[in-house]
């Protein structure tokens, strides 16, 4: 027989970053429990609560970019 490489799996559950409820993997306001979640995210990110920790680099953005390809969702760059 030969080998054959693990199957990789999501967590049937991860927490909502916002109020750590837990998220059924596959619901439709997933990372977040909730829409209230969800805008509470959108307004941290306008006001300017996220921030990068540090200016980006060249390699970071080629990273970047080869995550999105490697999951599918570079389609985006192209439209630009």
């Given at each position: 027989m030969g ?62 970019a080869a ?14």
């Amino acid at each position: 027989m030969g080998k054959t490489s693990p199957v990789e799996t999501r967590p049937a559950e991860s927490p909502c970053p916002i109020c750590h409820r837990p998220v059924a993997a596959g619901d439709p306001q997933s990372p977040f429990c909730s829409p209230r979640c969800r805008q509470v995210d959108l307004i941290r990110w306008a006001d300017g609560k996220y921030v990068i920790a540090r200016p980006l680099t060249g390699d970071d953005l080629d990273e970047l970019a080869a995550d999105d390809l490697a999951s599918g969702e570079a389609d985006y760059q192209d439209e630009v």
